[in-house]
């Protein structure tokens, strides 16, 4: 099991944290998704088989600009 941290933009409403929850534990691999909105974190807990790029596309899909994934 891996964690994956993806710094994103300022985000400016809760139902962004709920948006981006529920993409990201429908996703194969996926175990847990968490938004921090104060501090416009995700941390995502998946399958060491699952490229960061893959997590950092699905949320820029969402319409978030990513800023640093670690």
Do not use: W
């Not at 941290?5 to 194969?28: F, Y």
């Not at 998704?33 to 060491?48: D, G, I, L, Q, R």
């Amino acid at each position: 099991m891996e964690k994956t941290v993806l710094q994103l933009e300022t985000l400016t409403c809760p139902s962004c944290v709920r948006r981006i929850e529920g993409t990201l534990s429908k996703t194969a691999g996926v175990s847990n998704a968490t938004v921090k909105f104060n501090a416009s974190k995700v941390e995502v807990e998946h399958e060491s088989g699952i490229d960061k790029g893959h997590i950092t596309d699905i949320v820029t899909k969402l319409g978030y600009k990513v800023l640093s994934t670690k």
